[in-house]
């Protein structure tokens, strides 16, 4: 079993930032993937950025150049600062965890961005 514990939610104006968190741990032995996703009322899932094992990102279109996606290898941790927010990304933010085909999603974690 894998637990995700998601933090770093809240409210803010646009324009502001925030910075989510999401810590694993359990049977972790060789995660592939961490990431996030978001879902705003009404819609899909949809996923926000992706860190691969490598290092290397994945990236919405709609939040390149505003949010950074970073893992910390030793505490089994990633993290997405928001920068620029905008009310669109109004969402529940999703931390979801690949260990090769088997995927785990933390319990979500609200950000509301005001205009």
């Known amino acids: 079993q894998v637990q995700l514990v998601e933090s770093g939610g809240g409210l803010v104006q646009a324009g502001g930032s925030l910075r989510l968190s999401c810590a694993a741990s359990?049977?972790?032995?060789?995660?592939?993937?961490m990431g996030w996703y978001r879902q705003a009322p009404g819609k899909q899932r949809e996923l926000v950025a992706l860190?691969?094992?490598?290092?290397?990102?994945n990236y919405a279109d709609s939040v390149k150049g505003r949010f950074t996606i970073s893992r910390d290898n030793a505490k089994n941790t990633v993290l997405l600062q928001m920068n620029s927010l905008r009310p669109e990304d109004t969402a529940v933010y999703y931390c979801?965890?690949?260990?090769?085909?088997?995927?785990?999603w933390g319990q979500g974690t609200q950000v509301t961005v005001s205009s």
């Open positions: 860190i691969i094992s490598g290092g290397s990102t």
């Open positions: 979801n965890v690949r260990i090769f085909t088997l995927a785990y």
């Open positions: 359990g049977s972790i032995f060789s995660i592939t993937t």
